[in-house]
């Protein structure tokens, strides 16, 4: 049974920083391409960030480049995002998801991502 477990969310003040944790089990972590993802109230679910399967490759959506970073370490199959400069506007629950796919593939759309966690609110006041 795949399990994506996500940690380290919270309430932070804006220009805070928060680091988000992902502890996967039940599939082979290295054949699988991670996301972050980020839904708030009456919106769609959108990627935040996502990495390929080695770490080589990463991809961020505009809105929190040079303010987010996202990791992975294959050994602890873990998925981490960083996130520093908070601003409300990142207010929203946080999801952690892994995409089967090919070495270097980073997908961006939710409907491309096989397993999922359950979130963790991040909450940035102003």
């Known amino acids: 049974q795949v399990q994506l477990v996500e940690s380290g969310g919270g309430l932070v003040q804006a220009g805070g920083s928060l680091r988000l944790s992902c502890a996967a089990s039940?599939?082979?972590?290295?054949?699988?391409?991670m996301g972050w993802f980020h839904q708030a109230p009456g919106k769609e679910r959108g990627i935040v960030a996502a990495?390929?399967?080695?770490?080589?490759?990463?991809y961020y959506a505009d809105s929190v480049k040079d303010r987010f970073t996202i990791s992975r370490d294959n050994a602890k199959n873990t998925v981490n995002l960083q996130m520093n400069s908070l601003k409300p506007e990142d207010t929203a629950v946080y999801f952690c998801?892994?995409?089967?796919?090919?070495?270097?593939?980073?997908?961006?759309?939710?409907?491309?991502?096989?397993?999922w966690g359950q979130g963790t609110q991040v909450t940035v006041s102003s």
């Open positions: 039940g599939l082979t972590f290295s054949n699988y391409a």
């Open positions: 990495i390929s399967r080695s770490g080589g490759n990463t």
């Open positions: 998801a892994a995409a089967r796919r090919g070495f270097v593939d980073i997908p961006t759309t939710a409907g491309t991502y096989d397993y």
